[in-house]
């Protein structure tokens, strides 16, 4: 059983940055794929980003390339989305995920991923 704990979420005016760190209680098996979702009200949760733990080959949605960065600490079993040139429509609860899987799917869906954190809110104002 892996425990994710989210933190760095906040408000922010648009254009600005924001750094969201997820920690895995147990360490992080080199087989994993770690993603970054958000849902935001009234909609469904999406995918933003992943990386495979042990490559560090990422993937992000079209909506937040060139934005958003997605990055690992293999060291302190913790993976960080790096928020950039944010905008009103990226308001959203963003949750941690973990996939034993691996890459080779369906990355995309929620059903891939096994563990996930609480959420937490990132407000973007206009």
């Known amino acids: 059983q892996v425990h994710l704990v989210e933190s760095g979420g906040g408000l922010v005016q648009a254009g600005g940055s924001l750094r969201l760190s997820c920690v895995a209680s147990?360490?992080?098996?080199?087989?994993?794929?770690m993603g970054w979702f958000r849902q935001a009200p009234g909609k469904e949760r999406e995918f933003v980003a992943a990386?495979?733990?042990?490559?560090?080959?990422?993937y992000y949605t079209d909506s937040v390339k060139g934005r958003f960065t997605i990055s690992r600490d293999n060291a302190k079993n913790t993976v960080s989305l790096q928020m950039n040139s944010l905008k009103p429509e990226d308001t959203a609860v963003y949750y941690c995920?973990?996939?034993?899987?691996?890459?080779?799917?369906?990355?995309?869906?929620?059903?891939?991923?096994?563990?996930w954190g609480q959420g937490t809110q990132v407000t973007v104002s206009s």
């Open positions: 990386i495979n733990w042990s490559s560090g080959t990422t």
């Open positions: 147990e360490r992080i098996f080199s087989s994993y794929l």
């Open positions: 995920a973990a996939s034993s899987r691996g890459s080779r799917g369906i990355i995309t869906t929620t059903r891939w991923y096994d563990y």
